[in-house]
DNA sequence: CTACCTGCAAACCCTTTGCAAACCG
DNA sequence: CGGTTTGCAAAGGGTTTGCAGGTAG
């Protein structure tokens, strides 16, 4: 219940390697990468410990088309492609969304707009050859 | 591996009702429309078929940055709607989005951009009083 | 007939949770 | 010290799959 947290080792160590990255790694690569210096760390505290930075807003969640979550220390405004063969996730930069609203559902259903997400489906360098099926 | 598809009582009934909606069902919701025609339809059947569905274009698998799949049998191009605390996906017509390009990833990474997919996120009639946290 | 499809149930993958011990402040 | 956090392991949810029996053409 308490707004108190705590800085453990655990927390400062996904913190910074997270910022090290700019790959918008998955939950189990974290895992992977944080071990490599809390070698008895587990799954459970990493995802523990990502969904606290991202709730006080010291990291992002992506959520892609993916099945899997990803994360981000990067807080800009800037837009993610999606590669539908790996599931990779690289930014964007310089591309710039725009939603010309229309009417929400049928005719004034009532949607209260908070945001638009935008992502750029594709495929990667590493996974030229192969084709998409996400969708829109 | 043949490419040949029968025309099953359950795949008719699938797609009758899908096309019936515009609420984007999720698996789980066919599962329980279409079993009031067949009672002992499963689970799985139902995933086949709307994945077979998706595979052939007649239908789309929505996927938003909710964790379940949703199905749409409106082919059209149209934006969708997501609502953050129930996760109902409803159309947005009228909408129109658009990206104005950038360069992707560390310059010339090679992403080979196929489509571009935007969702507006917010809450919905039934659920106005939450909040978000999803992310773009 | 027979390749494709179904129902069932188990397997899978990713994420979340309960709990007792460890730890930060 | 006392409330947080951890590691472990099991539970959870959504989706996928193996299999043997059924069925469309």
Redesign the pocket.
């Known amino acids: 219940?308490?707004?108190?947290?705590?800085?453990?080792?655990?927390?400062r160590v996904i913190l910074e390697e997270l910022r090290r990255l700019s790959t918008h790694p998955?939950?189990?690569e974290m895992y992977g990468i944080v071990r490599k210096r809390?070698p008895?760390?587990?799954?459970?505290?990493v995802?523990?410990?990502l969904?606290?930075l991202a709730e006080t807003g010291t990291i992002r969640i992506v959520r892609t088309c993916g099945?899997?979550?990803r994360f981000d220390a990067d807080l800009s405004d800037h837009v993610h492609a999606v590669c539908v063969r790996c599931g990779k996730v690289i930014d964007m930069p310089g591309a710039s969304p725009a939603v010309h609203p229309g009417i929400p559902g049928p005719a004034g259903s009532g949607f209260r707009q908070i945001a638009t997400r935008t992502e750029i489906i594709g495929v990667c360098a590493d996974c030229t050859g192969g084709e998409a099926e996400c969708e829109g």
């Open positions: 219940m308490s707004e108190h947290h705590r800085m453990t080792r655990q927390r998955t939950a189990d809390i008895k760390i587990s799954l459970g505290t995802y523990r410990n969904e606290m099945r899997q979550m």
